[in-house]
């Protein structure tokens, strides 16, 4: 069952224009994760925000969690071609021993 | 480069066949966890692995087995396989205790 569930389903934006990605969950959290994967191989972590953080900044990349309505968002700052993949919002349930659960994912397609 | 290798990376199965699936984990990790992706979805739990046993079982039926080796590799195996096991399968490490999983690029499972 996908405890996350992203939106938009797909997003097309500009190069250099700031891309938006939002993800709810139902159950209480340890923490929200967000992952990147490239035409259907690995995944790769890209943030990570703790269940008493609000905001997260990486480089490029914003998290922030508000856990009163179970949802989060990413932000992607000054979007480049390269960002063109797929995005996943994981939550690690409390107690769940590293067992991370997978929303639908993000189509995000940057154009040059 | 996670550092976390699996094999093969693709792989063709009739109805009814076993496979097996092979992960290398990160240098220094002692936790695998394996997931499967069907096609358009988020990644799925299929269990975890802690040195050598199994720690955590997300929905999948017993024909789903794994192993953890001394040195923390794993396998994934599947028994009678159906045409819906076809997905990419996606092996994750990490550390006891630390919540960033680390994946490998996944195996392409085909069933025919």
């Known amino acids: 069952s996908q405890q996350g569930e992203e939106d938009p389903q797909a997003l097309s934006i500009q190069e250099g224009e700031n891309a938006t990605m939002n993800c709810s969950y139902k159950?209480?959290?340890?923490?929200l994760q967000w992952y990147r994967q490239n035409s259907g191989r690995g995944l790769v972590h890209l943030i990570l925000?703790?269940?008493?953080?609000r905001e997260k900044h990486s480089g490029r990349l914003r998290v922030t969690l508000d856990t009163s309505k179970k949802s989060s968002s990413l932000l992607i700052t000054a979007s480049r071609a390269a960002d063109t993949a797929s995005y996943f919002c994981a939550t690690l349930l409390l107690g769940a021993n590293s067992k991370l659960t997978f929303g639908k994912g993000i189509t995000l397609s940057v154009r040059p | 480069e996670t550092g976390v290798t699996q094999s093969p990376t693709h792989l063709i199965k009739t109805r009814g066949q076993q496979v097996t699936l092979r992960c290398s984990s990160q240098s220094g990790h002692n936790t695998v966890s394996w997931y499967q992706q069907a096609l358009g979805q988020g990644p799925q739990f299929i269990f975890q692995?802690?040195?050598?046993?199994?720690?955590g079982r997300g929905n999948f039926p017993p024909r789903f087995s794994g192993l953890q080796f001394p040195n923390y590799s794993s396998e994934l195996n599947v028994n009678a396989l159906e045409l819906d096991d076809s997905a990419l399968y996606l092996c994750?490490?990490?550390?006891?205790?630390?919540?960033?999983?680390?994946f490998g690029p996944g195996t392409r499972l085909t069933v025919l």
């Open positions: 159950t209480s959290i340890n923490n």
């Open positions: 994750a490490s990490t550390s006891a205790g630390k919540d960033t999983q680390y």
């Open positions: 692995y802690y040195r050598e046993e199994e720690n």
């Open positions: 925000i703790r269940s008493n953080e």
